[in-house]
């Protein structure tokens, strides 16, 4: 296949790859514990680490994920040690991480290159070393979910249950935080920090439709958000659309196709 | 059978919000006590189980588990939730829920063992939904969701069951079968059970308390409907009834 003899679709091949693991792990729990507006949250911050990034000329990848895992800790804390609803924490730190991103672009002296690629993300144009990042996050994603498994499962499904039963929640609970800002950071340079949350839940939300466990949901997750990346790429290829954009499209389309089907069908029986 | 002391409640007061929640509770169970504690919606039955686990702190006043802090002992306590606590939805069976009242054992991060497994194997025997072990839970009735949070509780070995309101989605033809389950059980496990439900409390057990903010506890069955009306401030009507003797009409 022609498509494939490129340098940059090879990349972007392994670039979709990558996110889909994230996705399909951390979009499960993501999905299960209702908690996609957390991770629109801890997106919209790491544009923070972004705009630093280009303020101190480091690469923005590095800013975004020390921005992303501080706003995962910070709201952790926040909404267990403090009255404040989770909601407000999430619309406070969402705004303050675009701001100061905004802030730290302004400051950067010349031209900014490649910004909107990490705002709507750009797959064609992943660099080498960002997906050598990509695959360890992605590893240290995979060896979490492997041990911590069991305790995940306790706290999404019943977290007062999982305490009484010694499950240590509130460590788990920002592990997972965590977790969910190193999945964002492998996502930036696939569909950007602002469409992230729906590869984020999308694929899992799918795949919740066809199975009832949790780990063959993961395997689904995996599947489905492949075949949107790629799904995606391949489309917005032929039509010479913006790669970010077409992925969530078509993720958008899939999920309330099978949705409208799944209605169909349960009105026929009825 | 010897009756040592499983729980010590000395002038237990809780607040939230500056609202009193539980006021100069005391009391005691024993090993051999089944207990029901009834009181109306908001009487502080559920918050008293959680002082009990030490999942709520008191403002005042001492809990004591097994001679240890509410804390320390929570090892030893099953813990029944009301089923409505999770999301029905969740894509999670039978088996796996069991499974995580072995957690304690199993710990961080080692896989279940064969001795977590058959514990939670002989815990889904014991309530009787061996063969719903591969379903989902959101989808199985009221009554068999209820068996699997027992047996859930049981799988860890308690020496002590708490029960929040568990008949609450039990249809009354499985009550009874449902209590003949809790009597085997109390043979060797001190029993609370809690519910809002007057009814809910049957035969079985073999102490009473009132609760609504205030403990108007009763050490035997026999209750008294001034009792009653002290705890639901309105008027009761108490009517011997057959299997369940404790059915009570409000009139308003």
């Known amino acids: 296949m022609e498509l494939f003899s490129y340098d940059f679709m090879r990349n972007a091949i392994l670039a979709g790859l990558l996110a889909a693991i994230a996705t399909g792990i951390v979009g499960v729990y993501v999905v299960v514990k209702k908690m996609v507006f957390i991770g629109g949250g801890i997106s919209h911050a790491s544009f923070g680490g972004i705009g630093l990034g280009y303020f101190l000329g480091i690469n923005p990848i590095f800013g975004a994920l020390f921005f992303s895992l501080a706003a995962a800790i910070s709201m952790g804390f926040i909404t267990r040690k403090t009255k404040l609803p989770e909601d407000t924490v999430i619309g406070i730190l969402w705004a303050i991480g675009m701001a100061l991103g905004i802030i730290f672009i302004g400051l950067t002296p010349g031209y900014v290159p490649d910004l909107f690629s990490y705002l709507f993300g750009n797959i064609l144009t992943v660099p080498q070393n960002d997906l050598m990042f990509m695959l360890i996050l992605d590893i240290i994603l995979v060896l979490l979910v492997i041990m911590l498994y069991k305790g995940f499962l306790s706290i999404t499904f019943d977290e007062e249950y999982a305490a009484v039963a010694g499950v240590p929640v509130e460590i788990l609970y920002i592990v997972l935080l965590c977790m969910i800002a190193l999945t964002i950071v492998v996502l930036i340079r696939v569909v950007g920090i602002i469409l992230v949350i729906a590869l984020l839940s999308v694929p899992a939300a799918l795949a919740k439709q066809f199975t009832c466990d949790l780990k063959k949901m993961m395997l689904l997750a995996i599947l489905f958000g492949a075949i949107f990346t790629f799904g995606g790429l391949w489309i917005s290829f032929i039509l010479d659309l913006a790669s970010g954009a077409t992925i969530i499209l078509l993720s958008g389309f899939v999920l309330l196709t099978n949705f409208g089907i799944d209605r169909l069908l349960s009105r026929k029986e009825s | ?252």
Not at chain 2, 38 to 49: A, E, Q, R, V
Not at chain 2, 72 to 82: D, L, T
Not at chain 2, 198 to 210: E, G, L, P, R, T
């Open chain 2, 1 to 252: 059978m010897s009756s040592e002391e499983v729980v010590r409640l000395e002038n237990i007061s809780v607040t939230y919000n500056d609202t009193t929640v539980l006021e100069s509770v005391n009391f005691l169970i024993h090993t051999d006590d089944f207990l029901g504690i009834i009181g109306p919606n908001g009487g502080g039955k559920t918050t008293l189980l959680k002082v009990i686990l030490g999942l709520v702190t008191p403002r005042k006043g001492k809990v004591t588990v097994l001679g240890k802090s509410a804390m320390k002992s929570r090892k030893f306590i099953g813990y029944v939730p009301q089923t409505s606590v999770y999301d029905r939805d969740f894509p999670i069976n039978v088996w796996n829920v069991v499974l995580m009242g072995r957690y304690r054992n199993a710990g961080l991060i080692k896989r279940y063992s064969s001795i977590d497994k058959d514990a939670a194997n002989k815990a889904l025997v014991t309530m009787k939904i061996a063969d719903l072990k591969n379903r989902q839970v959101g989808k199985l009735s009221g009554g068999e969701q209820q068996r699997v949070l027992i047996a859930r509780a049981l799988a860890s070995e308690p020496k002590l069951l708490l029960l929040d309101e568990p008949t609450a989605s039990v249809d009354p033809a499985m009550q009874t079968e449902f209590y003949e389950i809790l009597n085997q059980l109390k043979s060797h496990i001190a029993i609370v059970l809690v519910s809002h439900d007057i009814s809910a409390i049957s035969i079985y057990v073999n102490k009473i308390a009132c609760l609504n903010r205030q403990m108007f506890y009763h050490g035997t069955k026999e209750i008294s409907s001034d009792i009653l009306e002290a705890t639901y401030k309105c008027p009761v009507q108490m009517i011997a009834h057959g299997t369940i003797p404790h059915r009570i009409l409000k009139e308003h």
